[in-house]
């Protein structure tokens, strides 16, 4: 079973249907002791840094989420998600989860360049993984973001992404994994990513 | 590197397509899925779904197309049209929308925009914008589906609602939208020169030229197409391919 985690603020839709698709059982986590009862956790990612974190920290979620990732539970982080494993963001002013240690920063202001980063774009993959099994090399996925995540340990980047320079879009860390764009909105290539994380243990 | 996007628009009217690609042989309540499917299989990189029902009653059949589209597409989508407040805003994203697109109610109240952008991010939060040409290099915001002037000039309006916090702006030409003659290239580059969210240029394409050119010399984000694919005239694929021998960033 599959648990993602609901802030109350938008689409996990079409994420639980990506994983009933699998015929993986998905249950929505809103609090701390559902967090045990599921195989992974999946932290989606909509609306600002510090309305998340303070989603997470007011339902108890923050613990709760690093203990479970401690003890070597798979978890995806997407978008937000992903940027919220670090430990601060330039978006807000609250502390981020601090599973990974890096910061969160905004795009520049670019000629021809508009942010968000919004649409379809490819990820270069750096390194191989069972989580990125059977994806090419410079496949398509979706962005909508704002900002990006700078890790500071280099050999957790796996993905990187062409957007006036390059940016982290994947990360992975043993059996914690982490991408800036949507998989669940991203076509096949997306489907297959959320497979492969399913399989995860 | 960044393709741009090709996003086919689909109106909707009592929780059913009513302009978009005619399938003949199927059932009302399939047809919006079946459109979506079909757009999405040929390469669409987002959809959108335009509420053209002219009651609030009618409107609410919108939740149950949401889902069902939802359901059954991987591919962003986009809800428009009757939006009036953030509870509207969450039915429709908890029921699998992606962005939600305000226009009138925008322009009525842009408190709207900020609360929506700050509750669920600017990323699904686009503002629409119907312009008119009133002279050189200014527009006119239109609302209640082109028919009211607002008052507003275009360029101001663009960059108040980037302040408030929108993610991306659907820029619709009056003059040029369903005469097939081309975007109106120089709204288009006038908006996406005074934003830095992207612009999506609607209104006025009739052949793969008008696309290249609202993309290169307009510098929109994305292209909004309707007659284009309705008509049969071309598909999504010939489209890209044509863009993409062009020179353009397209997903194929």
């Known amino acids: 079973m599959t648990g993602i985690i609901n802030y109350g603020a938008g689409n996990i839709f079409s994420l639980f249907n990506n994983i ?21 956790i999946v932290l989606p990612g909509v609306g600002a840094f510090d309305e998340g974190m303070l989603h997470l920290t007011k339902n108890c979620l923050s613990e709760a989420i690093i203990e479970q990732v401690k003890k070597g539970k798979p978890m995806l982080g997407i978008c937000l998600g992903l940027q919220m494993l670090f430990e601060n963001s330039e978006e807000g002013k609250l502390k981020g989860l601090s599973i990974l240690k890096g910061a969160v920063r905004k795009f520049p202001r670019k000629k021809n360049l508009p ?54 879009s994947i990360v992975q860390k043993e059996n914690l994994v982490g991408v800036q764009f949507h998989p669940e909105k991203s076509g096949e290539c997306g489907f297959r990513l959320i497979k492969n994380f399913v399989k995860m243990k | 590197m960044l393709a741009k996007r090709i996003i086919p628009c689909l109106d909707v009217k009592d929780g059913k397509v009513v302009k978009g690609v005619h399938f003949e042989n199927l ?8 459109s979506a499917e079909y757009y999405c299989q040929q390469g669409a990189d987002e959809l959108v779904f335009l509420d053209i029902s002219a009651t609030i009653e009618k409107r609410k059949t919108m939740k149950g197309l949401v889902r069902n589209v939802a359901s059954n597409i991987s591919i962003p989508f986009t809800v428009g049209g009757g939006i009036k407040n953030t509870q509207d805003i969450l039915t429709l994203l908890e029921n699998g929308a992606d962005k939600i ?76 939208d369903g005469t097939l003659g081309g975007y109106d290239l120089e709204l288009t580059r006038t908006i996406a020169s005074v934003v ?19 993309l290169v010399e307009g510098n929109a984000s994305a292209v909004l197409i309707a007659s284009l694919l309705h008509f049969n005239q071309f598909t999504i694929t010939q489209i890209k391919e044509a863009l993409r021998d062009k020179k353009i960033a397209v997903r194929i």
């Open chain 2, 27 to 34: 059932k009302d309540a399939g047809e919006p899925v079946a």
């Open chain 2, 101 to 176: 697109s305000i226009n009138t109610e925008a322009v009525r109240n842009p408190d709207i925009v900020y609360e929506a952008a700050k509750k669920f991010g600017s990323q699904c939060i686009v503002v629409a914008i119907d312009a008119k040409k009133t002279g050189k290099n200014r527009w006119e915001v239109y609302v209640k589906s082109g028919k009211i002037p607002s008052g507003i000039e275009v360029k101001e309006w663009a960059k108040k609602v980037e302040d408030l916090g929108c993610g991306e702006i659907l820029l619709t030409s009056i003059d040029a």
């Open chain 1, 115 to 168: 942010v968000p980063h919004m649409g379809w774009n490819s990820v270069r993959i750096l390194k191989k993984s069972l989580f990125l099994k059977g994806i090419q090399d410079e496949s398509f996925f979706y962005f909508a973001h704002s900002y990006y995540s700078i890790p500071e340990e280099k050999n957790i980047i796996y993905g990187i992404t062409e957007y006036g320079f390059e940016f982290t």
């Open chain 1, 20 to 40: 009933k698709r699998l015929d993986e059982k998905a249950l929505i986590i809103s609090k701390p002791e559902m967090l045990s009862k599921v195989h992974r």
């Open chain 2, 196 to 214: 830095k969210i992207p612009v999506i240029a609607s209104g006025g394409a009739g052949s793969i030229e008008h696309l290249y050119k609202v």
